[in-house]
């Protein structure tokens, strides 16, 4: 589902070049549950970026589904981000002025999809993560749990294979933590959801099929 | 997609009411000025009302005579004699009209000066501009030749002269000579002055003759063509009856120099005084759009940088539409999209306040008798501001919001 072959990506200043990723070859596989874990500044933002192309590396290949995609340009990237990856961020990151529901159907906006079908699909994906009865509230009248499930039901409205997660629980308390995981794995066993977890949390990593450690830019195992 | 757009542009507007208010100042003011002085312009250049065959007529208002010595030169309105002598016997026109320019007399009623504008004209003269008669009619062809004392006086004159009363009939004295009233007509603007006055008279009135032998000074020429294709026609047959002109002393003044204008070229004759020279229209022209696009310039220039601040404190919406699959061309059109909804607002309140003034200053007077009006022309202009606006203060931030790198936009590192 997710290769990425010898994966090079440094940054350059005027003064110091920093190699975030070094030579990084990973495989992750369709249904997979994977969790990323490293010390701070080991690299791991920047490998999820790279998978969910918002990065492009230095050096290296990525295939997403089979297709490879590093030498995309922006506006054929697009597409892929759209309809085959689903991005959960660990500040949430929903647009305050819309509704909960507007927020939900945020990625539909970007397909052609008629506004009653884009309607039907942000109430599937609100009852998935159960907040139904919050659909015309705003972000600022929910809790940290309820947003994050709300950032949720938006990753995973288009029906995407790839779910990416960085640090989904990181702003939470551990019972909104705990919710949050439980959603995870029901849409990883009941949807076959790919997904890939950046967290700092060794118990809910190990929750997961597998770990992906990375140290220095460099991985582990 | 376009419903959640114009739903994030409104909310977006009443969360930052500093910015909208800020904003929607310098749109709806540039465009209250924009609107007023186009709809000045435009009521100058294609004038309703009297004048509103203006693009078939050609006014001869000018004229200059150069001594042999080339040393010295006069320059004052035509003479009767010029007129008649060049416009009269022309056959392009279909009509063709001599008439005086406005001279200032006074009449009393009950004890009181009431200063009035008179003019002197023929009978085509009534042909050629339109005027709005309340009662009564112009004086015919007999009446102007044979001289009577006859008027036709403006609906502002009427009432200073005789109340609400009707006026037909009754007699005028103004000048110390008296005319019968004929005819009242709607106040004519002092801004198309081919036609504005308060009294109106036949040409030879009081059995005045004494200017019909005068080359210069005092009157003016009206010539009309059937079709405002023919405008060239008349023109080249002026310029030609011109140069075959003589000067009553042909010895002392052997040049000779006028011009048929149109109201643009009347206008733009307003800037300059050399006589030979073409009117400089298309100087004009560039000079009206060049000063109002520089009147413009500046707040769009103070939108576009309210516009990139705003634009940064939005970067984490950007950052998410990005990671969503929102290409560059979708945020350039959510972003342009909110701009024109903002300057349609501000277009809205400007239209407004434009209607406001314009009624404030018509009922003011500073103006005499002048209205303004709102035509199709001047509205055109008013849609072109705001797109001016809306698009332009646009584009760049949108351009550059949708350029954002989206993990720095997500940081709101940008």
Known sequence: MIKIESGIKSYHTDTIQTTALNDVSIHIKKGEFVSIMGPSGCGKSTLMNIIGLLDKPCKGQIYIDEQRIESYNDKSIAPIRNEKIGFV???????????????????????????????????????????NARAKHFPNQLSGGQQQRVAIARAIVGKPKILLADEPTGNLDSAMGNEIMAILHDLNKKD???????????????????????????LLN | MLRVYILLALK?????????????????????????????VENIIHPPGAERNSERFLAIEKMSITAANGRSNQREQPGYQFLNAVIK????????????????VAGFRNGKRIKSQLKRTDSQYWKILQFDFIEGRPFSETEAKQGQNLAVISEDTARQYFDESSALGKSLTVGGESYQVIGVVENVSVLHWNASSDIWIPLFANDSTAFTQQAMGGFMGLIMAEEAEQIPAMKSEFNKRLAAYKHPDPKRWPTVVSSANSKFEQVARLFHKDMDTQP?????????????????????????????SRILERSSEIGVRKSFGARSSHLITQFLLENIILTCIGGVIGFSLALLSMYFISVSGIVPFHSFEINFRVLAAAVSVILFFGILSGVYPAWKMSRMNPIKALKGAI
């Open chain 1, 89 to 131: 961020f660990q500040s949430f990151h929903l647009i305050n002025d819309l509704s909960v529901l507007d927020n939900i159907e945020l990625p539909l906006l970007y397909r052609k999809i008629s506004a009653k079908e884009r309607r039907r699909l942000a109430l599937e994906a609100l009852d998935k993560v159960s907040l």
């Open chain 1, 192 to 218: 076959d959801t790919t997904i890939v977890m950046v967290t700092h949390d060794d118990e809910k990593a190990q929750r997961t099929e597998r770990i992906i450690r990375l140290f220095d830019g460099q």
């Open chain 2, 12 to 40: 977006v507007l009443q969360r930052r009411k500093f910015y909208t208010f800020i904003s929607l100042f310098c749109i709806s003011v540039t465009l209250m000025v924009i609107l007023l002085v186009t709809s000045l």
């Open chain 2, 89 to 104: 016997p022309m056959e392009t026109p279909e009509l063709t009209s001599i008439f005086s320019t406005r001279s200032q």
């Open chain 2, 280 to 308: 400089k229209t298309k100087e004009l022209a560039i000079g009206i759009i060049v000063t109002m696009v520089l009147f413009m310039l500046l707040p769009t220039i103070n939108l576009i940088n309210l516009n990139i």
